[in-house]
């Protein structure tokens, strides 16, 4: 076989180059002069550099025609090397006194003075803020969230992939999670062999969040932590659970029945299985994000339980288990192909039991793709 | 048996009212006058609330004489149920637009305006900073650390009492995972494994942080993530992990040989024990926090090795896994009875292997407690 040499010029070796291109033409053509990043999934998005939130502030500057500007402690210094994009570091030592002059650098090297500076408003903290605004005292800084929104919210194909398997992680995961379950397990213990089963998968180690594993009563709390307390026979059993595949994240919600289980019980799993299925119809590009909600939410309150559906009805997802766009009542704004979103709609009977029912939807360009398909219907566990 | 009736009023009835009376004491004292806490551990501290930082801001607000302020999200209302001290709630609902004026009626109730309000540099963000500056906008927001961290640094009995359990349930994990080592397992795969054993041992479902188990060359690196690499026969396998019970924290670390390792490996892994107890017999009250990082410090220099210890002595440990004090060199803080933190030297030799050795102190009115005390030796596994 003869190799034939491609000689088109390739621009960008990674997806990094492409995003940043980006950034810099919405830069270029609006009023924020330069994004400024802390660590988190949108530094990650821009750079594929991952650094963790600690006492240590860590800065990127995104300036249009300048290389990449990163403040960060010595010790993480090795992680800028070989980058496929040209970056300017700014490494500082143990004494936390050192911090400012070198921000006073990068700043100066990043001309921030008198500039509008976008900031992300859910990761900024007050600590990188007063060192930003010292040095570079003339300039504004401001919310960035619907440019990074804008960028985040439609995936590509590399993101859908990765997305893909990260449910399949999380279904998988849950799958060999079931044999081992037995009526009197804890909450606890059952959330620790999911996600045992979660990292042999092959998630990335870093799981997005523990496993919810609520039973009874603590199943009417959605944000429920998992209790030492046995699981029963006649209990509801909410798991919510995911994984995440290089950094891209599932989040999925299914409900049991432990045993015979009161008839009620069957009856809202039934609603919110409906309720689910009526959202997950209303998914459409150009069509209204609220209106998903509505869909959801018009099955419960016609059922008589709509004072017991308490949340929204979904949360984007990606590289954040929460991020834009959210699918709630008064959010307008339109549905488009790539977007990637949970649906979950839920009924909570405060101090009897709860029923979710929560799928990962991709927007195609004629409706939805529900990338999470386990079965939704209340399955019994004995 | 005669029952007698204990007519000694008893002043608090958790820990938390105390704390609060504390920091009450503290502001009244002051320049700062109140205290506003987003989640994470200085608001379970002082009030035992638990909340995830997310998308939605929680907001608790400290001033003497009132009543505890929370705003936060209908859905979380129920947590301020039965506290044990007086709060005073303003709730929200799913649209984010009902932010801000939530925000203006609490810092109405709290007489925000004018007033000198300490925050948390490294917890509070640029989201919550902004309402609250729009809310009360004569109000000047000032560094809270140091306040904070007068409190939290000093441990009391039942928070020791807590983090020896932390400590033993991370130690029991350990010596549970050991027996499920084999040559050829990847990092990934024993990370994993370790996390079950941490759960099944009793750790809070979360975890304080995923474990770090790194081999070979990535064992050079302080901050590695574990990969799919099999550990092999001739590498250095350092594991650094840690659980939470109740919200306290555990964080060692110990180095293994695997198979026979080169002779430079065991000199290193000397060498860092010596550090090891040379900073651990350094500490004593009314010393400077720095002696220790001194002290461990120049057992690795004097051995030729000082350019590879690239990272300070130690952290402060507690609810954070990162908190004051810092053993580093130039902090002259005087170590107290009560601190607990974490002495940890290391020796990493690029792209070679690394050895680092962390155990947790508690400061008695004499020395240093090592609240680990698994063997530090360079052992074999094979």
Redesign the interface.
């Known amino acids: 076989m003869t190799r034939t040499i491609d000689l088109q010029p390739v621009p960008f070796d990674t997806p990094y180059q492409l995003r940043q291109s980006r950034l810099f033409t919405s830069l270029t053509a609006g009023d924020t002069d330069m994004l400024v990043l802390n660590p988190g999934p949108s530094l990650t998005y821009l750079t594929g550099l991952?650094f963790?939130l600690?006492?240590r502030p860590v800065i990127a500057i995104f300036t249009p025609h300048h290389p990449v500007i990163l403040i960060l402690p010595?010790?993480?210094a090795?992680k800028t090397e070989s980058l496929p994009f040209d970056v300017s570091t700014f490494p500082y030592g143990?004494?936390p006194?050192e911090w400012l002059a070198v921000f006073r650098q990068a700043s100066l090297a990043a001309g921030m003075s008198g500039k509008q500076i976008g900031?992300?408003?859910?990761?900024?903290?007050?600590?990188e803020?007063?060192l930003l605004k010292s040095a570079a005292p003339e300039a504004t800084?401001i919310?960035a969230e619907e440019m990074i929104a804008n960028f985040r919210m439609i995936k590509d194909a590399s993101e859908i992939k990765a997305m893909h398997n990260a449910v399949k992680i999380a279904q998988d995961a849950l799958t060999n999670a079931l044999p081992q379950f037995k009526i009197g397990m804890t909450e606890?213990?059952f959330?620790?062999?999911l996600?045992?089963q979660i990292?042999?998968a092959g998630s990335d180690?870093?799981?997005p969040f523990?496993?919810i594993v609520s039973a009874g009563s603590n199943s009417a709390?959605?944000?429920a932590?998992?209790t030492k307390r046995p699981i029963q026979s006649g209990d509801l059993l909410v798991i919510d659970w995911g994984a995440s595949y290089q950094g891209y994240i599932s989040d999925m919600t299914r409900t049991f029945a432990i045993g015979e289980v009161e008839s009620e019980f069957k009856k809202i799993a039934q609603i919110v299985l409906n309720a689910n299925q009526a959202g997950r119809e209303k998914v459409k590009p150009g069509l209204a994000l609220e209106g998903i909600d509505q869909a959801a939410r018009e099955v419960i309150q016609k059922a008589g339980y709509g004072e017991y559906f308490?949340?929204?009805t979904g949360?984007g997802i990606g590289m954040d288990t929460?991020?834009p766009p959210?699918v709630?009542?008064?959010n307008s704004m339109r549905i488009e192909t790539g977007m990637t979103f949970t649906i979950e709609p839920g009924i909570y009977l405060p101090a009897r039991g709860g029923v979710r029912i929560e799928d990962d939807i991709l927007v195609t360009s004629n409706g939805a793709e529900s990338l999470t398909n386990l079965p939704r219907t209340l399955e019994t566990l004995t």
């Open positions: 991952h963790h600690s006492e010595e010790l993480e090795g143990e004494n006194e900031v992300e408003p859910d990761r900024l903290r007050f600590l803020l007063e800084f919310s606890h213990d959330s620790a062999e996600t045992l990292l042999r180690s870093e799981i523990s496993p709390n959605p944000h932590t998992p308490i949340h929204r949360h929460h991020e959210y709630r009542a008064g």
